[in-house]
T-cell receptor
Framework: AQRVTQPEKLLSVFKGAPVELKCNYS??????LFWYVQYSRQRLQLLLRHISRESIKGFTADLNKGETSFHLKKPFAQEEDSAMYYC??????????WGAGTKLIIKP | DAEITQSPRHKITETGRQVTLACHQT?????MFWYRQDLGHGLRLIHYSYGVQDTNKGEVSDGYSVSRSNTEDLPLTLESAASSQTSVYFCASSESVGPGYGYTFGSGTRLTVV
């Protein structure tokens, strides 16, 4: 079955330290993967999509089909990165399969 | 600018009452979705629609209904509100041209059932 797993419910790192939010997926087809971010009391917003291969707010994510992973990385965390992060996989029927989310806390 | 708006932002209602949450988008997206967000569960799909007059049940549809009479609106109705439906509700929309475009979300409705 299609599934997205974010193994960490909570991740806490110090400002300036590297950040890696893990996302693993299981999908029989060719996956389209996304990272969404939700800052405190705000709406979810799209952060990255793997087809764009872009860097947003210093974050990057590489699709590793061999390891079925799409981890989100940033070399130097900033306090404003504190938020809830969701990994999602798009099915061919336009629906998204969501991970349970990881709460990222950046300590000063 | 195009947007997706939800109303009300906050709602307190009593058990057993019917409640309707509004979602309106001006993106001209065919696809619209309703989610609830609860601690420990992430986002769970309630109902979705791929176009006018089309509605489909998601994984947690019991006690909820939707209707799609036009492209812009997908109201979510709680037929008889229960305390288990206390949650934050998000509406989202997306393009139909391909799954790679992602979703645009509304700002959410915080519903409390007392």
């Amino acid at each position: 079955a299609q599934r997205v797993t974010q193994p960490e419910k909570l991740l806490s790192v110090f400002k300036g330290a590297p950040v890696e939010l893990k996302c693993n997926y299981s999908y029989s087809g060719s996956p389209e993967l996304f990272w969404y971010v939700q800052y405190s009391r705000q709406r979810l917003q799209l952060l990255l999509r793997h087809i764009s291969r872009e860097s947003i707010k210093g974050f990057t994510a590489d699709l590793n089909k061999g390891e079925t992973s799409f981890h989100l990385k940033k070399p130097f965390a900033q306090e404003e990165d504190s938020a809830m992060y969701y990994c999602a996989l798009s099915e061919s029927n336009y629906q998204l399969i969501w991970g349970a989310g990881t709460k990222l806390i950046i300590k000063p | 600018d195009a947007e997706i708006t939800q109303s009300p932002r906050h709602k307190i209602t009593e058990t057993g009452r019917q409640v309707t949450l509004a979602c309106h988008q001006t993106w001209n997206h065919n696809n619209m979705f309703w989610y609830r967000q609860d601690l420990g569960h992430g986002l769970r799909l309630i109902h979705y629609s791929y176009g006018v007059q089309d509605t489909n049940k998601g994984e947690v549809s019991d006690g909820y209904s939707v209707s799609r009479s036009n492209t812009e609106d997908l109201p979510l109705t709680l037929e008889s509100a229960a305390s288990s439906q206390t949650s934050v509700y998000f509406c989202a929309s997306s393009e139909s041209v391909g799954p790679g475009y992602g979703y645009t979300f509304g700002s959410g409705t915080r519903l409390t059932v007392v």
